[in-house]
């Protein structure tokens, strides 16, 4: 009579009593906001039937705010370890009724549900929203949502404010959870590094022509010998090239002498040398590539060094540039070839 067959049930979706499409959110949206690729929104409501009350058209999908609070406990769930089925059933039971009352749950509080190794939030403190959606996404491993989420950044905000705003505090949050955890977060950072770097280098330009050999050389970007971070070099790889400078990036770990002689061979204008830990940072080494020069007798130029990372933090670094933001090393940069422009 009812149009299910004998033998098969079908669960309910309760719809809200009035619900409010001015306060409705679109898949897409409702993805960036939760962390999550669309294509897992549409696979929960296919299989687990947590989808949205309102349908526009019938086709198109509007997220109300008790969607959004049902879908917000599914992410917390499976993100500690709770299989998605399960998380499904339990978001739905502790979601607010029409009325406003809960439903009554159909599965155990989540405190009694396994935790994975890697469970709980990340430590974001007073962010933008876009990096709650980005951890939530890194937690679970969600590379595709991962992936969407910094495309979403940089367009929207443009490379530096992505970058600083975005990736950066939430790659911090990654590891205070890391330094926290007994290195239970690695695959984490693993990951959304990764993806990071991906996305930086989609976005950076193909270094430009040096221009006349009388004119600024390169900068050259390096990390320090023994240091393996690269990101925050990418990251100025990248806005340098936006600005149409010319770059070299060396990447990890560049030993001395190959360092020495990139430098003797380019004559840069600039020299950017990263070091994340102390132990990697070497003001011999800096010193030592300040003192580099080049050019004829009574004209000879030196390159400006810049030292990043919070490896030099208390060191001394006199007649060396030391940015405190990544826009104030952009901007010191370029005043170098704003200063001396190309012949």
């Known amino acids: ?91 739905k039971g502790a979601a607010p009724g029409p009325g406003g009352g809960a439903v009554p749950p159909s599965a155990p509080e989540p405190a009694t549900r396994p935790r994975s190794r890697a469970a709980g939030t990340l430590p974001l403190g007073d962010v933008r929203q876009e990096c709650r959606g980005l951890a939530r996404a890194a937690v679970r491993l969600d590379a595709p949502a991962v992936e969407e989420q910094l495309a979403a950044a940089v367009q929207t905000h443009g490379l530096a404010v992505a970058w600083q705003e ?4 939430t790659l911090h949050a990654v590891g205070r959870k890391w330094a926290s955890s007994g290195d239970r977060y690695v695959e984490v950072e693993h990951l959304l590094s990764w993806h990071m770097s991906t996305a930086l280098r989609r976005c950076t330009r193909p270094p430009a022509r040096q221009g006349d050999a009388l004119g600024p050389g390169p900068v050259v970007l390096a990390c320090a010998p023994g240091e393996q971070h690269t990101l ?9 090239g936006e600005l149409g400078l010319p770059t070299r990036m060396f990447g990890a770990a560049v030993p001395v002498e190959a360092l020495t002689a990139a430098v003797d061979r380019l004559g840069p204008a600039a020299v950017v040398l990263w070091a994340q830990a102390r132990s990697t940072a070497s003001l011999p080494l800096a010193r030592h590539i300040a003192g580099a020069q080049w050019g004829v007798k009574g004209a000879r130029t030196r390159p400006v060094v810049m030292l990043g990372g919070a490896g030099w933090l208390g060191r001394s670094s006199q007649g060396m540039l030391r940015p405190t933001t990544f826009q104030d090393a952009l901007d010191s940069l370029a005043r170098l070839y704003a200063a001396e422009p190309s012949a």
């Open 166 to 169: 975005v990736m950066v505090p």
């Open 1 to 91: 009579m009812n149009g299910i067959p004998d033998g098969e049930e079908r669960e309910e979706r309760p719809e809200p009593a009035f619900p409010d499409i001015a306060t409705s959110l679109t898949t897409g949206a409702l993805a960036r906001r939760l962390g999550v690729s669309p294509t897992t929104l549409r696979s929960w409501d296919r299989r687990y039937g947590i989808g949205p009350a309102v349908r526009t058209d019938g086709r198109h999908r509007r997220w109300t705010p008790r969607d959004v609070a049902v879908l917000e406990s599914m992410c917390r769930l499976t993100s500690a370890g709770v299989p998605p089925a399960e998380a499904a059933r339990a978001a």
């Open 232 to 240: 925050a070099l990418e990251a100025l790889n990248a806005g340098l």
